[in-house]
C-alpha cells in the first residue's frame, strides 16, 4: 500500500468548513483512498472512500486531485464533535476483497476551537 | 442495533497470565480484525480472518493467538509470551467484497499489573 502524509494537527473555528490534506503521492492505479477518524479512547470510525472520482456522503466530501497524488476530506460545518485524529489510508484491492489490514499512520489531530 | 461489540471495555491482569479479548459482530462480515493501538501510534494488525476456521498473522502476531469457530466471533489471546502487552486493543469486521470499508468496535484497553 502507498505511504500517506498528513499534517500532525490543525484547528478550525467551529461552524466553518474543516480541510484536511494528505499527500499519497505513490499511488497505485488500483488504489483507494479511505478516511477514518478516531475520537479519544474510541474505535476508528469509517468516514468515506474513493478511487478518483470526488466523493460525498452525509458525513463529509472526498476531493481527488486529477493526478490522484493527493487528496482533502471536507467537514462543511464543523462542530465541536468533530474533533479527533483523522486518518488517510491508502489501500490496493486484493483478491481476497476486504480480508487484508489498513496501515494507520500518525494522522491529523483536528481541533474545532468554538 | 447492528455492530461490533468488544468486552470488557478495560481489564487488569497480573503479569504472565494469558487473558482473552472478546469480539462479537452481528453484521453477517465474513472478515475479522484484531489491532493494537499504543499511545499516540496508528493501528498495528496483530491478526486477520477471511473465513471460519481460517486466520492469518499479521504484522504484530508474536505473543498472540486467535482462533475463529463461528463467523460472529474472533476472540483474541494475549499470552504471557507477549512482552509488552499493555495497549488498546481493536477489533473490526469487513465484508468480503472489493473495496468494503473495515467497520470497529470501540476496543478494550489492557493494564498489566
Known amino acids: 500500500d502507498a505511504k500517506t502524509t498528513q499534517p500532525p494537527s490543525m484547528d478550525c473555528a467551529e461552524g466553518r468548513a474543516a480541510n484536511l490534506p494528505c499527500n499519497h503521492s505513490?499511488?497505485?492505479?488500483?488504489?483507494?483512498v479511505y478516511w477514518y477518524r478516531q475520537i479519544h479512547s474510541q474505535g476508528p470510525q469509517y468516514i468515506i472512500h474513493?478511487?478518483?472520482n470526488n466523493e460525498t456522503n452525509e458525513m463529509a466530501s472526498l476531493i481527488i486531485t486529477e493526478d490522484r497524488k493527493s487528496s482533502t476530506l471536507i467537514l462543511p460545518h464543523a462542530t465541536l464533535r468533530d474533533t479527533a485524529v483523522y486518518y488517510c489510508?491508502?489501500?490496493?484491492?486484493?483478491?481476497?476483497?476486504?480480508?487484508?489490514?489498513?496501515?494507520f499512520g500518525k494522522g491529523t489531530h483536528l481541533i474545532i476551537q468554538p | 442495533d447492528g455492530g461490533i461489540t468488544q468486552s470488557p471495555k478495560y481489564l487488569f491482569r497480573k503479569e504472565g497470565q494469558n487473558v482473552t479479548l472478546s469480539c462479537e459482530q452481528n453484521?453477517?462480515?465474513?472478515?475479522m480484525y484484531w489491532y493494537r493501538q499504543d499511545p499516540g501510534q496508528g493501528l498495528r494488525l496483530i491478526y486477520y480472518?477471511?473465513?471460519?476456521?481460517?486466520?492469518q498473522k499479521g504484522d504484530i502476531a508474536e505473543g498472540y493467538s486467535v482462533s475463529r469457530e463461528k463467523k460472529e466471533s474472533f476472540p483474541l489471546t494475549v499470552t504471557s509470551a507477549q512482552k509488552n502487552p499493555t495497549a488498546f486493543y481493536l477489533c473490526?469486521?469487513?465484508?468480503?467484497?472489493?473495496?468494503?470499508?473495515?467497520?470497529f468496535g470501540d476496543g478494550t484497553r489492557l493494564s498489566i499489573l
Open positions: 473490526a469486521s469487513s465484508q468480503q467484497v472489493i473495496n468494503q470499508p473495515q467497520h
Open positions: 505513490t499511488i497505485s492505479g488500483n488504489e483507494y
Open positions: 474513493g478511487l478518483k
Open positions: 489510508i491508502v489501500r490496493g484491492l486484493y483478491s481476497g476483497g476486504g480480508a487484508d489490514g489498513l496501515t
Open positions: 453484521l453477517n462480515h465474513d472478515a
Open positions: 480472518s477471511q473465513i471460519v476456521n481460517d486466520f
